[in-house]
Nanobody, 121 residues
Framework: QAHLVESGGGLVQPGGSLRLSCAIS????????IAWFRQAPGKEREGVSC???????YYADFAKGRFTVFRGSAKNAVYLQMNNLQPEDTAVYSC???????????????WGQGTQVTVSS
């Protein structure tokens, strides 16, 4: 059975950092893409970043230079390192599994429950 479980969210002050983890089980690793999305209250879900099996990466403009996506050494985890967080980054962050490429939600058919990230002083 497919499972994606996010962890690592929390409350952080502006300028702080968090590392989110996405633990993946029951899904093939090869030829897959793992993406991070976020959804703030009252807003639509938006793509943050994605990484392919061959570790190609892609970032939304707001994430470039601040966020880094990478795969763990074991083929069952993906991480999102977020630096210089700002209040506008407050959202529920979810990881998703798919076989396409990009940050369109339609490309992903397995999703985690999400982890809350709150940036506030």
């Amino acid at each position: 059975q497919a499972h994606l479980v996010e962890s690592g969210g929390g409350l952080v002050q502006p300028g702080g950092s968090l590392r989110l983890s996405c633990a993946i089980s029951g899904l093939p690793w090869d030829y897959s893409t793992i993406a991070w999305f976020r959804q703030a209250p009252g807003k639509e879900r938006e793509g943050v970043s994605c990484i392919s099996t061959n570790v190609s990466t892609y970032y939304a403009d707001f994430a470039k230079g601040r966020f880094t996506v990478f795969r763990g050494s074991a083929k069952n985890a993906v991480y999102l390192q977020m630096n210089n967080l700002q209040p506008e980054d407050t959202a529920v962050y979810s990881c998703a599994w798919g076989t396409g490429w990009g940050l369109e939600t339609r490309l992903y058919n397995h999703w985690g429950q999400g982890t809350q990230v709150t940036v506030s002083s």
